[in-house]
């Protein structure tokens, strides 16, 4: 089950419908939020992701279930040029290289849980952005913890939490995801 | 202003008249630069539905105020969405009815000629795939090849013209598109002709088609001779048909020759190629009229919207017939492919009676050019 925040449903409809809806729901939600488009129009995939594309909108991934295709998209967010406070930072290059060295090397993954779902590293641990202050408890102070998300923005927001919060050794990875060429995995059947 | 619905009918008329169109085609990028409807004299603009949402205002200019307009997306919805907008914008314009999926399975009958005896033959002309198949009718009787899984199209033709079709033959196991073949000769009660070669797997029952076969269609003797011309499929037989017509199938066509790759052997079916087209078609009158399977290019049909030219003529123009070396003409068709069709696989199987997937799948399979060719 991967959660969203806003769930569209556009089954049975035809082209050009599916994007027409999927472009109003998208208007009303916040940047970063995610949507998931349940279609059974075929062609709409290609649509999705070419919509997005273009629109500068996250496509993430597509789940069949049956005739339903469940589209899920995030809404653009900007988070690229914000500036980054966290000082201790890595590289994906350098925890690439550490996690081969130790297969207990903790990764944070604070990118929406639909973003998980369909790319992420195979040891990294989720805990969206959104649910880090209520699931502290999840974590050990003491240890070192990778934080990563897309492009290095929203980690560096929650390496200054968990700081904050008295965790000792937090890293922000750069530039995060979106530049991974390590291994990666699915938790979901497209 | 007007808004106006345009059949793929209307279409095949202006792309055999070269009448001049400009075409808004709004579906994806990728989709429309590995398949647009073509036309020697129609101007085109690509523009995805999705990127016209909040209006149309920022194309109005890119359009020509001079030039009849036609909206054209997969299916239809987005066309009438796009074209109502410009509408209302003011101009006059069309949207397909069908969108590119009508395009792909429109077929357009063209007479070639007639034969002996009162006899007639006609090629379907598929436009939007490429594909061409026939129709031969004497004495009340028809015979179809190759054709397309249209098969409504072939009944009625048959019909309106009061023939009866008795056989039905495909030239070679198609990678390209789904044969109605098998459809046709069940609903007939007709004969249904594979190549023996190409039908090893197939899962029904068929007749033979042999290299030296002969079988007439009504009374008075058109006959068909199998020609067993090995290359594209190590099955793939031609027909001469009453001493006049070589429908040459997959294995040469008006600019280009059939390629050896589709069943995954192109390194052994080259020789078979070579020996078909460089030993056997020699053998053959030049004043032969060569009716191939495909076209690829649009400049490949005539002025009627015909694909046929004679043997003697392609010996000189085809490049594909005038390679005198053989290494440079195996480095040509096997170095050369271009991508395979789409879902080839899926097609060839479905061919063979070993999966049956639904209209909708299989309209899907078919989507996109055929590639059956190598220049």
Avoid at chain 1, 105 to 111: A, F, G, M, S
Avoid at chain 2, 213 to 223: E, L, P, R, S, Y
Avoid at chain 2, 343 to 349: G, P
Wanted: hydrophobic share 35%.
């Amino acid at each position: 089950m991967i959660k969203t925040n806003s769930v569209l449903d556009a089954k049975g409809l035809a082209c050009p419908m599916p994007i027409v809806r999927t472009k109003k729901v998208m208007n009303g939600l916040e940047a970063g939020e995610v949507l998931e488009v349940q279609a059974t129009d075929k062609g709409s995939t290609a649509d999705m992701k070419a919509w997005a594309e273009s629109t500068g909108h996250q496509y993430l991934g597509t789940v069949e279930e049956g005739t339903v295709l469940k589209h899920y998209l995030r809404k653009a967010s900007g988070e690229e040029h914000e500036e980054k406070k966290h000082e201790k930072v890595i590289s994906n290059e350098e925890l690439l290289q550490k996690i081969e060295e130790n297969q207990k090397t903790i990764v944070l993954d604070v990118r929406e849980s639909a973003e998980y779902a369909f790319n992420h590293i195979p040891s990294a641990k989720s805990l969206p952005m959104g649910e880090l202050e209520e699931r502290f408890s999840e974590l050990d102070k003491e240890s070192e913890i990778f934080v990563i998300c897309r492009t290095g923005s929203r980690s560096d927001l929650a390496a200054q939490k968990l700081t904050a919060a008295g965790f000792k050794q937090v890293v922000n990875v750069e530039p995060g995801m979106s530049q991974w060429n390590g291994p990666t995995k699915k938790s979901v059947n497209e | 202003m007007t808004l106006n619905e345009m059949t793929a009918k209307e279409v095949s008329k202006k792309v055999i008249n070269k009448a001049e169109l400009f075409i808004l085609d709004v579906r994806n990028e990728s989709d429309f630069n590995d398949w647009k409807i073509e036309g020697e004299n129609f101007e085109f603009l690509n523009i995805p539905y999705f990127d016209l949402l909040d209006g149309v205002e920022e194309i109005i200019d890119k359009i020509p105020a001079n030039k009849e307009i036609l909206v054209v997306c997969a299916k239809e919805g987005s066309s009438i969405m796009i074209a109502e907008m410009l509408s209302e914008a003011g101009l006059d314009v069309s949207y397909l009815k069908g969108g590119m999926k009508a395009w792909s399975e429109h077929l357009e009958p063209v007479k070639i000629g007639d034969l002996n005896n009162g006899g007639e033959i006609y090629q379907f002309v598929r436009l939007g795939k490429g594909c061409l198949s026939y129709m031969i009718i004497s004495n009340g009787e028809a015979a179809v090849i190759d054709s397309t899984r249209m098969t409504d199209i072939y009944v009625d033709f048959a019909d309106s013209i009061g023939a009866k079709i008795t056989h039905v033959f495909d030239t070679h196991l198609h990678a390209d598109h789904i044969s109605g073949g098998r459809k046709i000769a069940e609903s007939a009660n007709a004969t249904y002709w594979l190549p023996p070669k190409d039908a090893t797997e197939v899962t029904f029952e068929y007749q033979p088609l042999e290299g030296g076969k002969v079988v007439t269609i009504g009374h008075t003797a058109i006959n068909i001779h199998a020609l067993y011309s090995p290359g594209h499929t190590i099955g793939s037989t031609s027909f001469v048909v009453d001493e006049k017509y070589l429908l040459s199938g997959d294995i040469l066509f008006i600019d280009s020759i059939g390629r050896p790759d589709l069943a995954g052997l192109a390194e052994d079916w080259v020789g078979d190629l070579r020996e078909t087209l460089y030993t056997r078609y020699r053998e053959l009158s030049d004043e032969l009229i060569v009716l191939p399977s495909h076209f690829m290019i649009i400049e490949e049909l005539n002025e009627d919207g015909s694909v046929a030219k004679k043997l003697g003529e392609l010996f000189v123009e085809n490049h594909g017939l005038n390679i005198a070396d053989e290494t440079e003409f195996r480095e040509l068709v096997t170095g050369n492919l271009p991508p395979q069709p789409n879902a080839y696989q899926e097609i060839r199987e479905t061919n063979m009676g070993k999966i049956t997937p639904d209209e909708e799948k299989q309209r899907e399979m078919e989507i996109g050019p055929n590639r059956c060719a190598v220049r």
